[in-house]
């Protein structure tokens, strides 16, 4: 499973001081000039413009993940009304919908359609459900900003935890803007927790989500410790949208690198002012790095070297661990934004949900 | 202990569709079709020249690091001869070991200089070791590019330990290039290990060390695996040079970002020649990523968003998951290359510290 790279040519000389520079890119010794002077008081960094090429330390699949250009029209979109914006969904919805069916069929993931207390949710039922997971049951919670993935679209993280951790899953298909901006998504989510955690002991239970659905499971959790609603056994956000506002050290310095979500001031400033419908976007229910973690379930955090939201899984995985809360972090090489869920047959995908489903297997009754 | 950043004034607007864009850049748009263009085929990463804004979302010590220019003369330093190399080595070493002095003082931690078989060491000890560490030793072998750092400059870290994990620290004073090249520090910190592993419980030990300390750490363990020596109860390789060559993406998207080791291209390339003196950049030995890590004791491993090494971290942490270890990883926010060894007293730093004491607290017997 060894995915370094074959040798890189590299003259070795045996003389003690060695003429490295020549081995340097021929205009290092300018750029060094430039940089240093630049940089030479405190205060912001200087970064030149540069082309990064994509690293062979990522697997083939992921290599090819990491150099394919911008998502357009996702990443910029800028709908200029409601009927916009359901246009520019739906038609994204119903692509992502389509190969998501496929994906189900080459995983031997089953999705069945069903209401939790008129929560539209869906089922996804593995093949084979290991003894140890016969009465384990996750809650997941789509990404998408808050207005992409609705329907079947949502689903793909649910069938990957399905096929490769050996769960029974329930995706809460929860409403959206324009129609229904916050607390509707939120409410729709609990609305599932509360039920499922009442009918399946929550000590077999975990919550799980990515971006949007990562942000989501931590707000959710501390809106149970609020309603005083039973917790999970675990949780695993994902590259959480932690903060809606622009925070965080990565959504500057991975801007316009992270070819997926590219830069804040593309769709998610939209999309954020949009689902907060007028409130505080810092509210912890929008923005749950500033709430309170004490109390939070053991949780394990994924994100990649070139994700936007690094530093907010980062930021918020000091934070669980400064509250005392038994916290993982797995971080892949090369990676943007969520997308160790985006090609479910590349080996750093299912090593991701791997992982996951061993840390849920460590944490949950059985 | 919140770190969070005040208020980020955020114009909120209850209409539907908000003029958002107003809040952007004024040259977004321009920048966002240029970024298009630049990348609408897939291969390398096109990135523009930015200024970077300091984070708020750090301590204000760690702001205070992340604002500094670069580190001149040593980040890209390129002496033409051994001399050269020796005066800007004894230069920069005398100036960190008169810091050194007054840090230990302020942290209540003695050090006291003594031989193990021939080999330099120092002995750091804090003032209070908790019951549970008094038969606890730790084994530190310090960072620099296998050519700074000698004498008591390479002894910061060590004290670190010593104050914030209340641990008895070895910190090995290792022979270096130009005069010693490989195998000469890899042979003195075996020499080390074997002989206190022999008058001491290994499961009571651990091998810590940062950079090119977390690179000797993993080949500590291979080349102790290899020679059927003891094995330590724990590691903590700290942002590890595991790879010589310039393999791993990080070390082109930090290029420029990390104010301390700034590029490959700059001492690095000619440290690491210099020290493999013709010997394949790609040994094991001498750079362990290529090694196995089966059999590897639980790890720690630490590093920040705009470190260079910031993808040896992840990619060292995904081989040990990949092998079975037990291995953990913290990220900070904003910290480019090492940064939580360099204000003694930034929250971060202690965070860090008391991390890796906590880990091995559970991994080391008493």
Redesign the interface.
């Known amino acids: ?1 060894t995915r ?2 074959a ?2 040519p ?1 003259v ?3 003389a ?3 003429p ?2 020549a ?3 021929a205009d ?1 010794v300018s750029l ?1 000039a430039a ?2 002077a630049a ?20 697997s083939p699949q992921l290599q ?1 993940a ?5 998502r ?1 029209p996702a990443w ?1 979109a ?5 009927a916009e ?1 359901k246009e520019l969904i739906e038609r994204l919805a119903a692509q992502a919908a389509t190969a998501q069916k496929t994906i189900r069929e080459k995983l031997g993931v089953t999705l069945e359609t069903a209401t939790v207390d008129g929560v539209r949710v869906f089922i996804l039922t593995p093949k084979d459900i290991p003894p140890a997971n016969k009465d384990r049951l996750l809650v997941h919670v789509h990404g998408g900003g808050y207005v992409y993935n609705p329907g079947e679209a949502g689903t793909g993280e649910a069938t990957l935890m399905a096929a490769y951790g050996g769960f029974k899953v329930i995706s809460v298909d929860y409403r959206m803007p ?1 129609d229904f901006p916050y607390p509707a998504a939120m409410d729709d989510a609990m609305t599932v927790w509360k039920a499922t955690a009442a009918t399946h002991d929550p000590h077999k239970m975990a919550i799980f989500g990515t971006s949007t659905g990562g942000g989501m499971t931590l707000a959710m959790i501390l809106r149970a410790k609020q309603e005083g609603l039973p917790l999970p056994a675990a949780i695993a956000p994902g590259t959480p949208w932690a903060d809606l ?6 959504y ?6 992270d ?1 997926v979500l ?2 804040y ?2 769709y998610l ?2 999309a954020a ?2 689902y ?7 509210d912890p229910q929008l923005s749950p ?2 709430g309170d973690f004490s109390g939070f379930p053991p949780a394990i955090l994924t994100s990649g ?2 994700d936007l939201f ?2 907010l899984t ?2 918020t ?2 934070k669980l ?2 509250a005392g809360v038994e916290a ?7 990676m943007s934004h969520a997308q160790y869920n985006f090609d479910a047959f590349a080996p750093e995908t299912k ?1 991701a949900f791997t ?1 996951i489903a061993r840390f849920f297997d460590k944490h949950l009754a059985q």
Chains 1, 2 share one sequence.
Do not use: C
Not at 245 to 250: A, F, H, L, S, V
């Open positions: 499973m370094l790279p040798l890189i590299l070795l000389v045996a003690l001081v060695s490295a520079l081995q340097a890119p290092f060094e940089q240093n940089n030479a008081a405190a205060g912001p960094r200087a970064v030149p413009g540069r082309s990064i090429p994509v690293p062979p330390t990522a090819a990491i150099a394919a250009p911008y357009l910029d800028n709908p200029k009304s409601a914006w324009p506002t622009e925070t965080g050290d990565t500057k310095t991975n801007e316009w690198l070819n590219v830069s001031n593309g400033r939209h002012e949009l907060a419908n007028g409130h505080d976007l810092k790095i500033y070297t070139r690094l530093s980062v930021l995985h000091r661990r400064r993982e972090l797995q971080v892949f090489e090369g090593e992982e």
